[in-house]
């Protein structure tokens, strides 16, 4: 995974509470475990509708996504993360994430961010009323600022260390190699080894 530091891109509000995983990624998509190949297929079922937010020019190659409060609630696939990462977003930022999405963010880099409803508010309007605005997330310093917003958010310390160093499960695996080594060594010869 990729360290992430710090992300300047365009805002897409949408304004929606309690978006489930079906509906960031529906089930009739989820035929490979593959990382790839999911991001056409955000949101398809508001897309297909018509008149969706997100596909308004002003919008398009967003990189951080405002939402409304309970994000990622629903079933736990780990796909949901995978597809917005891939349909360009970097950040989401939202009053609060259902627990194991936010957790699934975290495993590949996506930055999941809970701020007060009212900051919230500010950036929804502020992508709203003015749709090419920019923001700049900067997770170094805890800090947001979006046209004349200047936000702070409080990150889990190790989920910081973590994606400023660019670890994933895997990585924080191979920093323990030495003591991976070590157990195996003194493990007995007839029991199966690591190699």
């Not at 900067?138 to 994606?163: H, M, S, W, Y």
Request: with cysteine; hydrophobic share 40%; glycine share 8%.
């Amino acid at each position: 995974m990729k360290a992430f530091t710090r992300v300047t891109g365009r805002i897409a509000p949408l304004d929606r509470a309690d978006v489930d995983t079906d509906q960031i990624i529906p089930k009739q998509f989820l035929k490979s475990i593959e990382r790839t190949g999911y991001g056409q297929h955000l949101f398809y079922d508001w897309r297909k509708a018509g008149d969706f937010v997100l596909d308004k020019p002003a919008h398009r190659g967003a990189r951080i996504l405002v939402a409304g409060p309970n994000f990622g609630c629903g079933s736990s696939r780990e796909h949901a993360p995978w597809t917005l990462q891939e349909a360009g977003f970097d950040v989401i930022i939202a009053p609060s994430f259902a627990d194991i999405f936010r957790s699934n963010c975290g495993n590949v880099g996506l930055l999941a961010l809970t701020l007060p409803e009212a900051d919230v508010r500010r950036l929804l309007d502020l992508a709203t009323d003015s749709p090419a605005t920019d923001a700049t997330v900067d997770l170094e310093n805890q800090a947001i600022t979006a046209g004349p917003l200047n936000l702070r958010f409080e990150v889990e310390p190790f989920l910081k260390e973590r994606l400023l160093n660019g670890w994933d499960e895997i990585g924080l695996t191979l920093l323990k190699m030495d003591r991976i080594r070590e157990f195996e060594a003194r493990r007995p010869a007839w029991m199966p080894a690591v190699r």
